[in-house]
């Protein structure tokens, strides 16, 4: 059989190319890059969602996460009255407004 096929010998193991500080460079470029495409950039959102729910005030109109436009009533601690129609009130936690939107656009829906 071996006149047909040359016998594979097996080499000495040896170290992978590159060695350990390459392969811990290449996981340093992974950690950063996530951070900067993913973790940065929530974080960022997320600081600009609280500073938008800290200057709510009564009058302004907003969108909430399940899609109503209304306008501000009441704000309060961990809630917020809103009114979506002429006097139809409701209570949503503070954390569902998701956006302000310009003035006008509450009555012009």
Same mark, same amino acid.
């Given at each position: 059989? $071996?006149?047909?096929? $040359?016998?594979?010998?097996?080499?000495?193991?040896?170290?992978?190319?590159?060695?350990?500080?390459?392969? !811990?460079?290449?996981?340093?470029?992974?950690?950063?890059?996530?951070?900067?495409?993913?973790?940065?950039?929530?974080?960022?959102?997320?600081?600009?969602?609280?500073?938008?729910?800290?200057?709510?005030?009564?009058?302004?109109?907003?969108?909430?996460?399940?899609?109503?436009?209304? /306008?501000?009533?009441?704000?309060?601690?961990?809630?917020?009255? !809103?009114?979506?129609?002429?006097?139809?009130?409701? /209570?949503?936690?503070?954390?569902?407004?998701? $956006?302000?939107?310009?003035?006008?656009?509450?009555? $012009?829906?």
């Amino acid at each position: 059989m $071996s006149l047909f096929i $040359s016998d594979a010998h097996a080499q000495a193991a040896g170290a992978p190319p590159g060695g350990a500080t390459g392969q !811990l460079l290449i996981l340093g470029v992974f950690v950063v890059v996530f951070y900067f495409l993913l973790i940065r950039p929530q974080q960022k959102r997320a600081k600009e969602h609280q500073a938008m729910l800290s200057k709510l005030a009564a009058g302004d109109e907003v969108a909430t996460a399940g899609g109503i436009l209304a /306008k501000v009533v009441e704000v309060g601690e961990a809630f917020v009255t !809103l009114e979506i129609a002429d006097g139809v009130h409701i /209570k949503v936690q503070r954390g569902q407004v998701t $956006s302000l939107v310009p003035k006008g656009t509450y009555k $012009s829906a």
